[in-house]
């Protein structure tokens, strides 16, 4: 026997028109919310019930084939998050290695594990950073924030003139 959606994932569902097409009256269909989002049946209940880890991404498609905002879908599953504009690497990526990047990617997930694991809480420093930023700040000299920004050709063109 299957489970009925609870509160508000019921609502949201037939408001979303995912409803079981063999009733007289809407019914959630978990199973239409699935195939809309493109993941199993087995993963949305999982999800509604909260039997196990939702990854940020499945979040992502579930709440849009709810037409749901994803902050709502995410503090349902236990993953309060803040949306914020996309992070965009700077122009000066293509200077660094593939490992290099990968490190730098690593970092970010990281830094949002730590976050998402204190409840989306960023832990306070005496810098007012969070322990990651602390210890690469720590771990090598300072740049003010004028030079982080210095494009490479501005660069390049600043070591031209120096010489």
Request: charged letters at 30%.
């Amino acid at each position: 026997m299957s489970r009925e959606a609870p509160e508000p994932w019921a609502s949201w569902m037939i408001e979303a028109g995912t409803v079981d097409p063999r009733g007289k009256t809407p019914r959630a269909s978990m199973r239409e919310l699935a195939e809309r989002a493109g993941v199993t049946v087995t993963t949305i209940t999982s999800m509604v019930f909260g039997d196990r880890h939702t990854e940020p991404g499945t979040i992502d498609r579930v709440a849009a084939a709810l037409h749901v905002d994803v902050r709502l879908v995410s503090q349902m599953v236990g993953r309060a998050r803040s949306v914020r504009e996309p992070y965009v690497m700077p122009d000066e990526v293509h200077l660094l290695s593939t490992r290099e990047r990968a490190a730098i990617t690593l970092l970010i997930r990281a830094i949002a594990e730590e976050r998402e694991s204190r409840g989306n809480e960023a832990p306070i420093t005496r810098a007012g950073e969070s322990p990651a930023l602390t210890a690469v700040s720590e771990a090598g000299p300072t740049v003010s924030h004028d030079r982080a920004r210095e494009t490479a050709a501005e660069r390049r063109s600043r070591r031209g003139s120096q010489a």
